[in-house]
């Protein structure tokens, strides 16, 4: 254990794929005494961490800002100017003026890759809060948890990832990190459009990821102990009407979940393939992953920034 | 006095009218205490305080964060992404996040009822930092602090509103504030087009409160105890013509001070109807309403955050 | 010294031609101890520190808020509301909200003056974090921070101004700071349409600064011990190809750098004046002199806020 504590301290997070099960069970734990405990600990009172996001994302964006501001870190946020940098320098001095503020950055951007750059450029650690299509890795840390933490365990489970498997890096952070454990099946359901990008679908094979893929939630609702869910961007259709034909298929209704299981679980945000209705069902885990998001961030920033004990 | 301080606990600031004349008069004493007081005690320590403004207000966001922190509390803000939620998810989903991260919400919203349809959603308290035309309860407590603490007494004065009462949603407020005193008389001095809502004149005539309508100060400048002004906005008249013929009857100049011991009122930002010649006369009272913004918003967390003594 | 220590309390930094040889010296032994201590002492534990930047200034903004947060104080930031701000009240009705709610005031803004009209109106600390097209009084600090803290000496060097001497406020910000000390000769290097403003020329002409024009960076290269690069923007050029034909003069080059000792500084953030592969040649100090931003912002604050000893 005090191995693994070791190899967080001071690491970047830019891929899921970068951490072993042994180090994801030890945030698991971590996350766990921040989950219980009312008070807590002021380890990162002498830290700044820098927020910079270049793409809007408010969950990721506040819960990181809460996560330090409760271990007593301070803040600072770069969105006031990101309008203007992204007209004007570069992004290699942007980071380097970050390293000289902050002890630690957290950087979202729409460019695949900006993480890992930030990360070979910068010596401080540097947490992708989600870049280009397929990296969200600390999403996925929170889905794992969530499911840990809801059914007793992450193996030997049938999960269902639905809806747009192409442009959500959730999806695709999600499907890395199960690699790292050993589900009994992954269902892929997406309409054809949105299907698993190849280049993911073949790395996930290789590593022997049991998975089949279907174009409807109804043909495996029956079997699956999770479902992950993420947003279907009207604005993915060439066709509006294709999107209307379609959607239905995507969509976890509360009937749907009467003859499941299964729990739900979203990035959120939400649009209309999670309907109100289902927030008060069984099933319905989102809620929960949503305020352990603080905690799990909590875990995380303590790791890589606190004093290694 | 005890028990008036229980009732304050945890509570949620929708509208002025929820609150008693005692626990009024309780902020009032409380923020006492903190325009004296030097150094903040350290009492929110623990607490994290959102400021979620769906509408710029510089003052009302500054003033609780300001307020926030003195008190050791911190303070995240949704400014930066709020362009984008108001185009992505449901106002529900929103609140629903930052229930998880903070402790208090304060919300400003350009929908009547957004306010409460917050608090009803969310288990943390939830602080109306205006909403729609007719809320804006701290801004009241506010204006009826500064009366009280410039001339000694609410009850008995003469009051005159001034200037947009259709759409100034502080004026309503004073207005339902007032109901909970016992002012000699209230005069509403407004030009036609923008006269008190119906609603909002029949629920204070059903309270009984003292009403004279005018459409011009002069009328009533040499009886009056309280000018409270509000801001005329050119845009609310179709006819720019008759912005300019009508908004002499709605400024306070320094020369009709002359005739008056009034204190003048005004909730700020201010346009033409303030001119700053008035700043340096006796009358202003504004500026040190402004300075009170801060402690009786500190009185007002302390209370609700606070631990109950 | 301790004289010197008493003049900074509480002081106005609007202009660097305010302050004496003797003071900038106190900032710099000052700013020596906040390199060098790894833990920041917590002296302004009880302060707000206001940032309202009308223009966007990352560096700028971020470095002050850091210094704040380092020693303890608190920092609320306008730049929320700085669009409505613009279009809406009145900028002195701004700074005495302000005023109100901070114990200091950093602004930026782009007219002239206007950091000299809102410490002439608050009461407060103003610091001038750049206005109009002259003034960036803590930039100037900062250049001749590096400089002496480099060369060991600000005194008997040779310096070479060089890109947009009209437009850049911190070309004709480090001229004014350089009359305070003995520059053995200082080269103004730009283009025509880019030189020193006459009012600028004229002032330092009368405080006998030792001046040359020049053309061409070239002309002047093995001679200089300091570079001062500053942007040249495209849109400062009526006609597009006279910048791509005189641009080559005002870029530093590393085989340009071959023939010279000096060291390159530049306030950041850079365009094509300024190649990367400049980084990594031992003439460059604007990477070290970007990190003294924040202890250099430390000593000022501390010196303007903490208690004088």
């Known amino acids: 254990m005090a191995k693994n504590r070791a190899s967080w301290s001071k690491r970047d997070v830019i891929s899921i794929l970068d951490f072993s099960r042994e180090e994801l069970e030890l945030l698991f734990e971590e996350t766990d005494k921040f989950v219980t405990q009312e008070k807590a600990p002021n380890t990162l009172s002498e830290k700044i961490v820098a927020t910079a996001f270049f793409e809007p994302s408010t969950r990721t964006r506040l819960s990181f800002s ?3 501001l409760r271990l007593g870190a301070k803040v ?6 990101v309008s203007s940098l992204l007209k004007g320098e570069s992004f ?3 980071i380097s003026m970050l390293e000289g503020y902050a002890d630690l ?3 979202r951007h729409p460019s695949e890759g900006a993480a890992l750059f930030a990360a070979e450029l910068c010596e401080k650690p540097v947490i992708n809060g989600g870049d280009g299509s397929q990296h969200h890795p600390t999403q996925a840390m929170l889905d794992l948890y969530t499911v840990s933490r809801t059914l007793g365990q992450i193996d030997g489970l049938v999960y269902a990832v639905v809806g747009d498997l192409k442009y959500s890096r959730t999806a695709s952070s999600l499907l890395y990190a199960l690699t790292k454990f050993k589900p009994k099946m992954v269902h892929l ?3 054809e459009a949105l299907a698993l990008r190849k280049e993911v679908y073949q790395r996930l094979k290789e590593v022997s990821l049991p998975m089949e893929v279907h174009s409807s939630i109804e043909e495996v609702i029956s079997q699956v102990d999770v479902i992950y869910l993420t947003r279907i961007q009207k604005e993915r259709f060439a066709d509006p009407d294709e999107y209307k034909r379609l959607k239905g298929s995507y969509v976890i209704t509360k009937s749907l979940l009467e003859k499941s299981h299964a729990i739900v679980l979203h990035p959120l945000p939400r649009l209309e393939e999670l309907p109100y209705e289902v927030d008060r069902t069984p099933n319905a885990a989102y809620i929960k992953q949503a305020h352990w998001g603080v905690p799990l961030r909590m875990a995380l920033l303590n790791l890589i920034l ?4």
Chains 1, 2, 3 share one sequence.
Not at 306 to 309: N, V
């Open 105 to 107: 950055i957290v950087l």
């Open 306 to 309: 606190g004093d290694s004990q």
């Open 92 to 94: 290699a001095d942007t």
């Open 66 to 68: 809460v996560a330090a």
């Open 189 to 191: 359901v997406s309409p």
């Open 76 to 81: 600072i946020d770069l969105s006031p100017d």
